[in-house]
């Protein structure tokens, strides 16, 4: 469809020592592309066009023009269902030359008993028809039956390789804090797959080599910043949902300590939020508002207050969330769009500065961010 602008009133909250002012002023999105199926990833292929997965297991070429092209040819066997199915997205650093692009998904066992979330390397055909010499390179073990928590994002390294957060699968979450599985772990790996020889626990004993982190509970955000450290955002159960810095062994908590609660409430874990030898995240929210989609700001588009900030969607409140960055520290949030009414499922920055935002619905939409006045 052609593209649309349109109006989006912006209320802006900024908690400074505890107290909250409200600006509002004029804010502008455009419709690059709609009818897409609860779109999930976009990756940006050159010349104005993009990819984008749909969670039932499609993957399409959205022109410059915001048309959709027919489903893609090659992907493998997806298990579409629950919070599965085909997920993130991403382009090799040397697309242009290669056309390589690595994708997730949810990975049936091959004779049934289970899934797990996969990541598959491909190279998109010169008429962006179809994924020619499809690869798993990696498949999280083990595999159990459950349609939730696949993690599943995508983030390549300054190095090349790539990180990939893997959730708990709900109900595993005790597997998050053992390294004899993938279950609650961010896990980095090489371009053709196998475990990077510098990961933390590599030749340790019980351990998985591809684990780079672990005590996760269900990582659907994750950005590379400017200096090139890995950030991500993280579900948490009732309440506690989190920023974090992954880091190479580190244990990030999760289910012994956590800001949030049992569904219906009661005490997680040890029913504390801190505990020496644990990551404590760089902010948390409570009440949840489930973050999905990461992405630093770095380009000029939205003037020099924008610069450096972390733009987090929200499923939960249908709005963005942009985190102001000192260092390791968020120092303040930004709440935008609180009008948009549409689940924020992925948030990109693109080729040209622009930020794009994919909205989670059966009827979604690729949405342009412009400058506000």
Known sequence: MPLMKRPISLS?????????????????????????????????IGDGRMLVTERPGRMRVVGADGRLGAPLAGLPTIEAGGQGGLLDVITDRDFATNRTLYFCFSEPAPRGGGNSTAMASARLSADATRLDDVKVIFSQSPKVSSRSHFGCRIVQATDGSLFLTLGDRYSRMNDAQTLD??????????????????????????????????????????????DGRLWTSEHGPQGGDEINRPQAGKNHGWPV???????????IGEGITSKPGL????????????????????????GAAWKGSLLAGSLKFRYLSRLVVEGDRVVREEKLLPNLNQRVRDVRQGPDGFIYLLTDDRDG????????R
């Open 365 to 372: 939409q690729l949405l342009r961010l412009l400058p506000g």
């Open 181 to 226: 599985n993938h279950h609650g772990k961010v896990v980095r790996v090489k371009a053709t797959g196998g475990a990077h020889p510098d990961n933390p626990f590599v030749g340790r004993t019980g351990a998985l080599p591809e684990i780079w982190s672990f005590g996760h509970r269900n990582v659907q955000g994750a950005a590379l910043a400017p």
């Open 12 to 44: 802006i909250a900024l908690a400074l020592g505890g107290l909250t002012s409200t600006l509002t002023h004029a804010q502008t999105t455009e419709v690059v592309a709609s009818g897409l199926q609860n779109p999930w990833g976009v990756a940006f």
């Open 257 to 267: 300590i956590t800001y949030g609660e049992n569904y219906g409430g009661g005490a």
């Open 279 to 302: 990551e404590q995240p760089l902010h948390q929210w409570t009440p949840s508002i489930a973050p999905s989609g990461l992405a630093f700001v770095t380009s000029d588009r939205y």
